[in-house]
């Protein structure tokens, strides 16, 4: 295959095969172009394993958004009934209601029969971005042409390819391109966003933290984690009190037998840049300590004879058990986010979008700024502004970044400003980028165009479904 690969021009190349990759692949799947051959489109992802955090981090929780079809048949395959995944465009606030979970290991078998059972599209995993090869033009007219991708053990591959997804999670080909990005809070005069101080005070390394996830079961379906919680009063307890570990910031929850931290393994995301290694390695020393905590907690909340809940835990889960497992990667909220033609702000998020009346919006969300850290922003002008948020549209041109033609960024690193990110970020959001970018290729490949600029939006907005999906939101929006 590799050899192949080498040979090969490819019309796409989608770096990165998390929720939004698999979306834009599943838009070119089989697309045939006007004069009969296939599209050809190379997906390239590190892991093994195909779906990125909603697979490999286990983060099964689809909260409340736009489906996109393809995510429709899937949803269908998994049993879920139609009026359950209607109602799932939207929060109960809104008519709507209903998280939908998506076993993790199922998930990932579905993409990969899918990617398998298309034609045109071949799979390359083990492999990471590596860099730039080939690039002409300058500032507004950079074109990229070739990349480099590496495996585990240095070996690089050259891929040439029309038109490039950076589905990376982090931006690594618009990085590398040398397009700007932002890290952290944006200060007050970037986005002119009310929720952050006007004195431009603003913290860098204040990006939303990420969690490892682990499995806690019933007793009587796991092994005992006694010999593991052995002595452990001698670590929380001082003077009769529990004493809280210094790293933890947070407690998280427990859902569908899956432990999310949230904050509680005291690993900022400014940390994490660049070292995925050393921050999964943390992550992996850390998480059972917070179990420790968490029981601990619980068993002394029961001891006192309170029989609710420790936050996001019911005191009945004193008796489960950690199983052994952990997700295979860390769950990464929040990293770089490039630099694109218009960037997601606050007051988006607050504008009600319009079937008759689309922009150039491509996707559509309702979720509220929800921060797992804040340095400089007031929670309470949080709560305040949430309350204002609607069902918002993302436009095209937060896909597009600044001063390349033939990229467009489909994943957490699209053009938003740090406040809208935390509104806009999940499985579903991504999802809708993906399948967008993907159609946006078709046009680009199909209409011989050498700019992502030249797309016509209404065209993506009526092929991809997305003009339909929003008016049975709005059919459905109180």
Request: contains cysteine.
């Amino acid at each position: 295959m590799n050899n192949m690969i080498k040979e090969k021009k490819w019309n796409v190349c989608i770096i990165g095969a998390g929720t939004a990759g698999i979306g834009a692949a599943y838009a070119l799947a089989n697309y045939n172009l006007s004069d009969g051959e296939k599209m050809n489109v190379i997906l390239v992802e590190p892991y093994p394993i195909l779906g990125g955090t909603a697979v490999n981090a286990w983060v099964q929780t689809w909260i409340e958004g736009i489906n996109p079809p393809y995510l429709e048949k899937i949803l269908m395959e998994y049993g879920y009934k139609p009026e359950e995944i209607r109602k799932s465009i939207l929060p109960a606030c809104f008519g709507g209601g209903g998280n939908l979970l998506l076993n993790h290991e199922k998930l990932a078998e579905q993409y990969r029969k899918d990617m398998d059972a298309a034609l045109n599209v071949t799979v390359l995993t083990g492999h990471w971005f590596g860099g730039i090869k080939s690039v002409t033009g300058e500032g507004e007219k950079q074109k990229i042409h070739v990349i480099t991708v590496k495996d585990k053990n240095g070996n690089c591959m050259d891929i040439e390819a029309d038109f490039f997804i950076d589905s990376s999670g982090d931006g690594v080909l618009c990085r590398a391109a040398g397009v700007d990005y932002y890290i952290g809070e944006d200060p007050y005069s970037r986005f002119n966003e009310d929720l952050m101080p006007k004195n431009d005070q603003y913290d860098e390394t204040s990006l939303n933290e990420p969690s490892l996830f682990y499995r806690v079961l019933p007793p009587e379906k796991s092994q005992s984690d006694n010999e593991f919680l052995r002595n452990i009063e001698t670590v929380y307890e001082k003077d009769g009190k529990l004493l809280k570990p210094d790293y933890i910031d947070s407690d998280g929850y427990a859902n569908q037998r899956f432990c999310n931290p949230m904050t509680g393994l005291g690993l900022t995301g400014y940390e994490c840049l660049g070292k995925p290694e050393w921050a999964y390695k943390t992550a992996v020393n850390r998480f059972l300590e917070h179990w420790k905590f968490v029981k601990t907690t619980l068993q002394q909340r029961y001891a006192d004879g309170m029989n609710g809940s420790y936050r996001g835990y019911l005191v009945n889960q004193r008796l489960w058990n950690y199983t052994g497992e952990f997700a295979p990667m860390l769950g990464i909220r929040e990293s770089y986010r490039i630099k694109c033609e218009y960037m997601l702000r606050q007051d988006d998020l607050t504008e009600l979008i319009d079937p008759d009346n689309l922009k150039d919006y491509i996707a559509c969300g309702s979720h509220t700024v929800d921060f797992h850290i804040t340095h400089n922003i007031d929670r309470r002008k949080i709560s305040l502004f949430n309350k204002s948020i609607k069902p918002s549209g993302i436009p095209y041109r937060c896909m597009i970044p600044v001063g390349v033609k033939n990229v467009l960024v489909a994943c957490r690193a699209y053009g938003a400003s740090h406040i809208a990110l935390a509104a806009r970020r999940l499985n579903k959001d991504m999802a809708q980028l993906g399948w967008a970018a993907g159609f946006a290729m078709r046009e680009c490949v199909e209409g011989d165009l050498d700019d992502v600029r030249l797309v016509d939006v209404a065209q993506i907005q009526e092929k991809s479904g997305f003009k339909e999906n929003v008016q049975r939101l709005m059919d459905m929006y109180k």
